[in-house]
C-alpha cells in the first residue's frame, strides 16, 4: 500500500497528515475493498465524530435552550442511536423519519414539520406522542384540530411564520416571497384566533426555520436573537403565553476548500447572553453542522480517460448515491486511497499531474463531482474518497435511477477498538489548482 494522496489544494477537514479519523477511515476502506468481491463504492460513518459534534454544540448552549437533531440530514440508525443519548429530541418531517427516531430511541421527543403533512401524518403524529407539531398553513390548522379532537388529544402546536422581513442568510433560503414554506405573517391574527377556538389546540409558540448552510456565526447568532424578540413581541400583541421558540436549523458547512468554516467558539461567545422568558424552550433544531463531518463517501475509479484534451476519472458511484456535489454545483473536495492490486493483464489507466474532472458512472453529464481538480496521481482501481458526506448525502440521492447497486454503509468501530492502521502511508498535501 503506498501513500495516500490528497488531491484538493487544501486538505478537506479530517484530512490533514496525521489525523487519526482519517487514518480510520481509509483503513475502513482498505478492508473492506479487499474482503468484497466487486469495485468498492461505500459510505463510511464515524459515530464518535457525530457524537463530539453535538456535545461541542450543545456546550456552547446557555440555559433555556434545546437541540433537536434534524433526522433528515443523516437518518442512518447508528447515526439516530448515537446522537440520541446527546440530543434532547429529533425533528422529524415524515411518518418514515418519526418512526426511524423512534426506533433508534424508543422514548425521544419529536417536532414534526413538513410543508405537506396528510392526515394519516398528523394523525401518526399524535398517536405517537409528538411533543411539537409545527403547523405551516390554517388549513393545515383545522385538519389538526378536527383529527386531535377525533383523538381526544390536545395538539402541542407552532405556528411556522414566515415573516415579512426574513434574513439574508445561507445557501438555501426557506423564507421570504419565494419560499413555500409557513404562514404568511400577514395570516398570523387569523391563525392564533382560529387556535384560540379550538379546545383541541395547544398553541405553544412559533417556529422561524429561515434557511440552510449558513456559515458566520455572528449572524447566525443575531438571527436567534431576532427570532426571539419577534416572538416575544408577537406574543404580546397576541395575549399567548410563550412557551416554545423553533428557530430551525441552518447552520453550515463550508465544502469548499479555502473558505472559512463556522467558528463555534464565536457563536458560543455571541449566544451567551441569549435567553428567554422563564418557562420558554428556545429549540435549535440542527441538520447538516450536526452529521457533515461524519461521513465519508468513496468510490473505486473504473477508468480514467481523455477526451478533447481533458482528463476525466470515471467512478463506481455517482450523484445517485451522493447528490450534494451535483445538486450544489460545487467541486467537493476528495482524498484518493491508493491501491496497488491490479488484475488485468494490461496497463493500468492512470492520469498524472493534471486537472481531472470526477465524474459518475450515470448516463448524464450533471454526474459531475469535482471539475478541473489537480491530481498527482489517479489510477484505475484507487479509491477516491470525499469527506463532509455525512449530511444530505444519501438521504438526498435518487438512488435507484439506472438501477446499480446501492453503496455499502460502514460504522467506523470505536476508536479504543480499532486495529491499528497496516499498510497506510502518510498523508501528503496536493498541489494547487491549475
Ligand atoms: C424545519 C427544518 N428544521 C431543521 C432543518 C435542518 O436544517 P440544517 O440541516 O440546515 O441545520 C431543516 C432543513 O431543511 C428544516 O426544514
Not at 267 to 275: D, L, P, R, S, Y
Request: with cysteine.
Amino acid at each position: 500500500m503506498a501513500a495516500l494522496f490528497p488531491l484538493h489544494p487544501l486538505p478537506p477537514p479530517g484530512a490533514d497528515r496525521g489525523d487519526v479519523t482519517w487514518q480510520r477511515v481509509a483503513a475502513s476502506i482498505v478492508a473492506a475493498r479487499s474482503a468484497g468481491s466487486g469495485p468498492l463504492c461505500a459510505y463510511v460513518y464515524d459515530l464518535e465524530t457525530a457524537r463530539r459534534q453535538a456535545q461541542a454544540i450543545r456546550a456552547t448552549l446557555p440555559s433555556g435552550w434545546s437541540l433537536f437533531y434534524a433526522v433528515k440530514a443523516n437518518a442512518h440508525p447508528d447515526v439516530l442511536a448515537a446522537l440520541s443519548g446527546e440530543v434532547d429530541g429529533f425533528e422529524v418531517a415524515s411518518l418514515g423519519e418519526m418512526q426511524s427516531a423512534i426506533s433508534a430511541s424508543p422514548h425521544v421527543s419529536t417536532i414534526f414539520s413538513g410543508p405537506g403533512k396528510t392526515d394519516a401524518d398528523i394523525d401518526g403524529a399524535l398517536r405517537r406522542g409528538v411533543q411539537l407539531l409545527n403547523v405551516e398553513s390554517l388549513h393545515e390548522l383545522r385538519r389538526i384540530a378536527l383529527i386531535a379532537e377525533r383523538l381526544g388529544a390536545r395538539a402541542p402546536v407552532a405556528l411556522r411564520v414566515n415573516r415579512r422581513s426574513p434574513p439574508e442568510l445561507g445557501f438555501h433560503r426557506m423564507a421570504g416571497p419565494s419560499a413555500q414554506f409557513g404562514l404568511d405573517e400577514a395570516l398570523l391574527p387569523d391563525a392564533v384566533e382560529l387556535a384560540r377556538g379550538y379546545p383541541s389546540i395547544d398553541l405553544l409558540g412559533f417556529h422561524l426555520h429561515a434557511f440552510s448552510n449558513n456559515t458566520d456565526a455572528t449572524a447566525h447568532a443575531r438571527f436567534l436573537a431576532d427570532c426571539l424578540a419577534w416572538s416575544v413581541t408577537t406574543a404580546e400583541r397576541h395575549r399567548l403565553v410563550l412557551r416554545v421558540v423553533d428557530c430551525g436549523g441552518g447552520i453550515g458547512v463550508n465544502y469548499v476548500a479555502g473558505e472559512s468554516p463556522f467558528d463555534l467558539k464565536q457563536f458560543g461567545a455571541e449566544i451567551a447572553g441569549i435567553t428567554g422568558p422563564p418557562d420558554t424552550m428556545l429549540v435549535l433544531e440542527l441538520g447538516r453542522y450536526m452529521v457533515a463531518q461524519a461521513g465519508w463517501y468513496a468510490a473505486e475509479v473504473l477508468d480514467v480517460r481523455s477526451t478533447h484534451g481533458r482528463h476525466f476519472a470515471v467512478l463506481r458511484g455517482g450523484m445517485h448515491h451522493f447528490r450534494l456535489p451535483s445538486a450544489w454545483r460545487h467541486d467537493h473536495p476528495f482524498l484518493v486511497v491508493p491501491v496497488d492490486d491490479w488484475p488485468y493483464p494490461f496497463s493500468r489507466p492512470e492520469a498524472r499531474n493534471v486537472p481531472i474532472d470526477v465524474v459518475g458512472e450515470l448516463c448524464t453529464p450533471r454526474d459531475v463531482f469535482a471539475r478541473s481538480t489537480y491530481v498527482e496521481t489517479l489510477r484505475a482501481g484507487d479509491v477516491v474518497v470525499f469527506p463532509l458526506a455525512g449530511a444530505y448525502g444519501w438521504e438526498i440521492s435518487h438512488r435507484d435511477f439506472l438501477q446499480h447497486p446501492h453503496p455499502k454503509f460502514l460504522i467506523l468501530p470505536a476508536s479504543s477498538n480499532a486495529e491499528p492502521t497496516k499498510g497506510l502511508g502518510p498523508v501528503t498535501r496536493g498541489s494547487a489548482d491549475l
